[in-house]
C-alpha cells in the first residue's frame, strides 16, 4: 500500500488546513521543493500536491511552486486544484503531472472528466470530497445535496478508473480515517481507493490496507512527527 505524502500549497508555502478551513491555517514551510526531497529521503514513492488557492479560486494558482517541485525529484505527482478545464489538464500533465485529481469537476462537469480520461488515459482520478457523507466542492467550501456514492457511481460511467476519498471532517485532526466510510467506498468504486483524512499511526495503516485501499495520502501526521515515514514503510512492507 502506497504512503503518499502531502504538499498543500498556499501562497507559494507548505500549509495545512483544519478540516478544510482557510482560517486555520498552519505553514509548515516556505520551500515547497525543499519539502519534496525530504519526503523523497524519507521513502516516499509518491507524492500528492494540491494548489489550495486554485482549489478555492478555480484556476491553477501555485505553478510555480508546483514546477520547481517537478524539478526537484523524479517520484511520481499527483495534483489538485484549480484543474477545470481540460487546457489546465494537458498544460499540466505537459509538465510531467502523473496523475490529475478532479474534485469540483467531477461533480459540477462530468463531460470534462470525460474527455481527460479519453485524452490521458489512467491518469485521471476523482477526488470525493465529502461532509457528512456529501460531497463539498471549491475548496470544499460549497456543499452539495450530492451523495459521496452516487458521484463514484457516475464517475466509473464516464470511465474514472481511481478515486482518493476525503473524509473533510477528519482532515487536519489527527483523529483517524472514517473507516466505514472508505469500506463503503471500497465496495462501490471496485476499482483502485486511496484514502485521505486523520491517518495518522501505523494501526491507521494496517487497518486501511486490510480494508483494501490501494493508498493512504497523509499530511498534518507527517508535519507534526506524529507519524513517522520511515517506520510506516517498515510496517506495511512487513504485512
Not at 10 to 38: H, I
Not at 144 to 170: C, K, N, P, W
Amino acid at each position: 500500500m502506497d504512503v503518499i505524502p502531502a504538499i498543500d500549497l498556499r501562497g507559494g508555502r507548505c500549509v495545512r488546513l483544519f478540516q478544510g478551513d482557510y482560517d486555520k491555517e498552519t505553514v509548515f514551510s516556505d520551500n515547497p521543493a525543499a519539502t519534496a526531497c525530504r519526503w523523497r529521503d524519507l521513502g516516499a514513492t509518491r507524492l500528492h500536491v494540491v494548489d489550495l488557492d486554485g482549489a478555492k479560486d478555480g484556476v491553477l494558482t501555485n505553478a510555480g511552486a508546483i514546477q520547481a517541485i517537478l524539478s526537484a525529484v523524479e517520484l511520481p505527482v499527483g495534483l489538485g486544484g484549480g484543474l477545470r478545464t481540460i487546457e489546465t489538464i494537458d498544460l499540466v500533465r505537459s509538465w510531467g503531472i502523473d496523475r490529475v485529481h478532479l474534485g469540483t469537476a467531477a461533480a459540477r462537469d462530468p463531460a470534462l472528466v470525460r474527455t481527460a480520461c479519453l485524452q490521458h488515459p489512467g491518469a485521471v482520478v476523482v477526488s470525493v470530497d465529502a461532509r457528512d457523507g456529501k460531497v463539498a466542492v471549491d475548496g470544499w467550501r460549497t456543499a452539495t445535496s450530492t451523495d459521496a456514492l452516487d458521484l463514484i457511481r457516475e464517475m466509473l460511467d464516464v470511465g474514472v478508473g481511481r478515486f482518493v476519498y476525503t473524509d473533510i471532517a477528519r482532515d487536519g485532526t489527527n483523529t483517524e480515517p472514517n473507516f466505514q466510510a472508505l469500506q463503503q467506498v471500497v465496495a462501490t468504486a471496485l476499482c483502485p481507493v486511496v484514502a485521505a483524512g486523520g491517518v495518522s499511526s501505523v494501526a491507521h495503516l494496517q487497518r486501511l490496507q486490510q480494508i483494501g485501499v490501494e493508498g493512504a495520502i497523509i499530511g498534518q501526521a507527517l508535519y507534526t512527527g506524529e507519524l513517522d515515514l520511515p517506520e510506516a514503510l517498515r510496517a506495511l512492507a512487513a504485512c
